[in-house]
Each structure stands twice: as structure tokens, then as C-alpha cells.
């Protein structure tokens, strides 16, 4: 057990919809990344926040957005839903603040767009 | 070309085999490397961290890193049939808080 938890951890929700995916890091890590894991893209990163602000984005859709609350759990908010958004999403976290940390990772939540 | 590289496999072994597992790269900013395990369906697992270049064991696990040739390993000795899942290299430039890359991931099968 990484420590991060997410919820839900299976989505099921129709093209056009949107829906808020939910991550809290380990205690004591100001740092949050998203990753979205498709069959065929493998392992992206989407975006990162620290201690509540936006901090790098990666291939992060328009209709992606995220956010970082004061007690550092993230939303991952997906609009417009596509068939092809369906996915594993991840949330990873680590302090962000020493170059030897590295990213502890939660269980994911699956989301499927019919 | 991607950023990493990585032969998707399926890898299948004997139990009790030395598995080697590879990943090349293709930018040369890239500091820290990185093993993750992915059971099916789960989250991915840190197995080994290298920061440059160099060697770095843990139990069964030895990671290797030439930055020289941009190519990094993971070998598993003595493999067991709990080993089988989903290998990530994953790399990272100059600070921990930077994204990180991963290849597309190495499936390993030990069959007893």
C-alpha cells in the first residue's frame, strides 16, 4: 500500500458527460501528479500541482482541468467525455521538494465512456 | 520517436530464470531512472531508483544505468512466478518534481 488513495475506482458514465476523479497523496506530500494509462498510449502524464499551485503540465486536454485543495487532495476533472478518454487514471504524490524523492502511486480509477 | 523505448514483450521464463529487461532513451537531460512493477489492473510499484550513471542491486533486483549509450536494465534473478507482471522504466530530468517519461512497459510471464 503506496499510501495515496483514489476514488472512485471504476467509473462507467456515457460520451458527453463529465465526471471528477478524487486523490489524496501520502501524508506529508505537498506534490500531486495525474497520469492517464490507455491501452495504447501506455503511461502519460497529464499535469502536477504542489502545494496548490499548478507546477508542469503534460498532455493535458482543454476539456482536462485539475485542481489542488488546502488539505492537498487533488481533483481530476473530465469533460466532454469521449470513447476514447476511457482509461486508467493515476494519481501519484511524493514532498516535491528533494531531487532523490521519487512518486508513490495510488490504485487508480478506471473509467469507462460508453 | 518516443522519448523512451521499450519492447512490450510478452517476456515468458522459466521459474528460477534470469530475466533482463531494457529500456532506451533518446534525451540526454534525463538523471533519474526508474523500475516500476504493474500488477494487472493495479497501481505501479517502485522497484529501483538510479540517480546517473551506474549499478545499484537489491535482492534479486539490479538495476544498470549507462547514460553513455542512453540505455538502462533491470535484471530479476532467480525469477519466481510472483514476479509476473508489467515492467515500467520511468525517467526524470533534473529535479523529482519534474514529469516523469515511461516506456510502454515489458509484460513478464514465470511459469513455474
Known amino acids: 500500500d503506496s499510501g495515496v488513495t483514489q476514488t472512485p475506482k471504476h467509473l462507467i458514465t456515457a460520451t458527453g458527460q463529465r465526471v471528477t476523479l478524487r486523490c489524496s497523496p501520502r501524508s506529508g506530500d505537498l506534490s500531486v501528479y495525474w497520469y492517464q494509462q490507455s491501452l495504447d498510449q501506455g503511461l502519460q502524464f497529464l499535469i502536477q500541482?504542489?502545494?496548490?499551485?499548478?507546477?508542469a503540465k503534460g498532455n493535458i486536454l482543454e476539456r482536462f482541468s485539475a485542481q489542488q485543495f488546502p488539505d492537498l487532495h487533488s481533483e481530476l476533472n473530465l469533460s466532454s467525455l469521449e470513447l476514447g478518454d476511457s482509461a486508467l487514471y493515476f494519481c501519484a504524490s511524493n514532498e516535491g521538494t528533494s531531487d532523490t524523492d521519487t512518486q508513490y502511486f495510488g490504485p487508480g480509477t478506471r473509467l469507462t465512456v460508453l | 520517436q518516443k522519448e523512451v523505448e521499450q519492447d512490450p514483450g510478452p517476456l515468458s521464463v522459466p521459474e528460477g530464470a534470469i530475466v533482463s529487461l531494457n529500456c532506451t532513451y533518446s534525451?540526454?537531460?534525463?538523471?533519474?531512472f526508474m523500475w516500476y512493477r504493474q500488477y494487472s489492473r493495479k497501481g505501479p510499484e517502485l522497484l529501483m531508483y538510479?540517480?546517473?550513471?551506474g549499478n545499484k542491486e537489491d535482492g534479486r533486483f539490479t538495476a544498470q544505468v549507462d547514460k553513455s549509450s542512453k540505455y538502462i536494465s533491470l535484471f530479476i534473478r532467480d525469477s519466481q512466478p510472483s514476479d509476473s507482471a508489467t515492467y515500467l522504466c520511468?525517467?526524470?530530468?533534473?529535479?523529482?518534481?519534474?514529469?516523469?517519461?515511461f516506456g510502454t512497459g515489458t509484460r513478464l510471464q514465470v511459469f513455474p
Open positions: 500541482y504542489y502545494n496548490g499551485e499548478e507546477r
Open positions: 520511468a525517467m526524470s530530468g533534473g529535479y523529482n518534481t519534474d514529469k516523469l517519461i
Open positions: 534525451n540526454s537531460a534525463f538523471q533519474y
Open positions: 538510479t540517480y546517473s550513471s
